[in-house]
DNA sequence: TATGAATGAGTTTTCATTCAT
DNA sequence: TATGAATGAAAACTCATTCAT
């Protein structure tokens, strides 16, 4: 359809120039229509760099939930979803850089947009977090707060890989995943396993 | 001095509004000082923003190294660093948002300005690690990318914690600084004992 | 069609006001257009007072050429052709300030536009001068560079003359055409006839 | 005197850069004192560059009284005078500048005041070619408007060429009268002799 | 007498946005 | 449905000019 033609050239542009120093000329012209065209499909340069925010979300979680099958246990998933998460950013970089940069750089409207999938993800990685007790035989007797730091923690951890991978040659989906994994799975486990690390007395 | 207003106000305007979106007529206002002022000492906007992030990245590693003392064990170096640096940049949000929003955001003269701090930060951890694993009587068999690549994840992880405690209201410094070493401390010592995470066969 | 519109408009406040103090605002609003559309049609201030003085020593050198028959002989040519010229001259005098004064006056890129049409006119005036000595079966054994100094003294001549008769009211491109002939056909015979003007010795 | 440093420094930034162009930073940098002694000096930009105009018409018209002797015969007060016009322009290449090309190209008042200086050489010149006509026995029945368009162009010749020769490396002053003498003093005294150019009947 | 510090007013230029067709 | 043509509003930057000392 006409639409997904703009909407493609928008994220094109908005992921290299940024949302500000790009200009509807510029994207009407790569979209190959005129500029009225775009604003009758999409209405303001707002409104279409929200819908770019809108489609590049649903694309990235859509990855993501293809890639993992819920019947596996907690670790294969977060194994799994990495993986998808990874190869997804590394093939869509400006629909990545669009998400993870553009959108929280400019404001309370766009950030929303894609905190609303930020949230969703970090509620699937809490859920893993909370079936692995579980499966570790163990109540999450974790604060509420705690483990939507840990799944936070996490998260950023994969957005900033995300970001490293991408810039740095050479490193695949699968490695990427393999290092969140080793850091992160292990620590888990072993704070199911109840030794969490101690910290100093507060006073220091 | 005058130019610390201008600093302060710049920032300020930055770190809410965006590169882009902010307007020198309204930093100036904000500092209280006339436009031409600003260009007297700041000379262009480009060069008011680097201004801006050179003195931020200053600010924030001189508040890191202060909260860390070189002679304690690694674990509690980090534990420190981590609580020096949520505490500032709780204190500092705007401060936070150029280095970690803008400053990244806008093209390679200030991405480079803000990289070079965040090497300094990655290299600090990494070479807690690797002291952390001769503590640990492990000599560091990691592959030097395995251990760049956890750096990077624990950073990342940090910077996105201080995100959300930014976000969060009643989160404190001492919380997140203890999520993150639960999360991360446990996994690497894990990791140091030879007990590394380990992925499904490559075909599935 | 609008782009001549907007030429006109910026030929005239050119002319009258000069090239810096003159603004594009001026310009679109005496034009009856929007100043983007000015910036639409011819890009930048710089690029719209190059076509100016294109137009203007396109429209002089062709109604110079269109008022000389080259099939007549050298003297009643340079009579024809001033006559065209100061005529040229006093019907466009916003033009002839921007070709004369203001594109001399401003830089390289202008002044070298403006060289090139007044460097077509001296080579046909020194057509003229070596074809008058034919007519007047001498050769032409003046120096080159003294034809291309009388030359030069000649338009130079005439550019003055122009800018006076402008200025004066009541003098008409003939008698403007009629003195110049005067005063300068005469001399040129007399060259041609070896009857030069004796400097005294050198040391006076 | 301090008001002459300063008047130094105007006209050779006037005479490089233009009128507009001119900052009075840079003036009062190249004099070696502070804007507001400037100020204090010279009121504003614009006395400021009529001070200039006036220094430079002065210094012009005092080079050529100097080289003239009232006493001798009318060539050669010409000639004399044109080698010392030559010789100043060509040793005062910014003053020339901002008489030649910036007082006239912007506005009243300084092409006024370059119009006077020009006025009393163009009355110079007029009185040598009367006394040139009663030299050769014969009465000036030139009309006056005549005499006064030959001594317009003689002097626009004049200009030019010195233009000319400050821009073609290797014309002597020397070379530049001689030239000009020849052009136009021969076709004066042609017309003194009563053998003007006949212009072709009107209708054509 | 001399100046460091400061600014009001104006410049060119760009861009999201909309009619008229 | 589609667009060529047009603009209102604002941004970065500069400069002649003046206080306060």
Redesign the interface.
Known sequence: MREQQMLDAAVRIFGQR????ASMDEIAELAGVSKPLVYLYLTSKECLFTACIRREAAALTAAVRAGVRPDLPA??QL?DGLRAFFAHTAEHPDGWSVLH??A????EPFAAEVAAMRAEIVAFVTRLVVVAAREAHRDPDLPE??VA??A??????????A??ANATPG?TA??????????????????MRG???A??P?DS
């Not at 929280?104 to 404001?107: I, V």
């Not at 990427?176 to 888990?188: D, V, Y």
């Open positions: 940024g949302y500000m120093a670790d294969r194994w940069l553009q929280r750089t400019h404001g707060r705690e730091g840990i936070e923690a996490l998260v950023g951890a994969a957005e900033s890989l970001a490293w490193v699968r490695q990427s995943a393999a290092t969140l994994m080793n850091f992160a799975w292990a620590g888990l486990s072993n704070l030794h969490p690390w910290p100093p507060a």
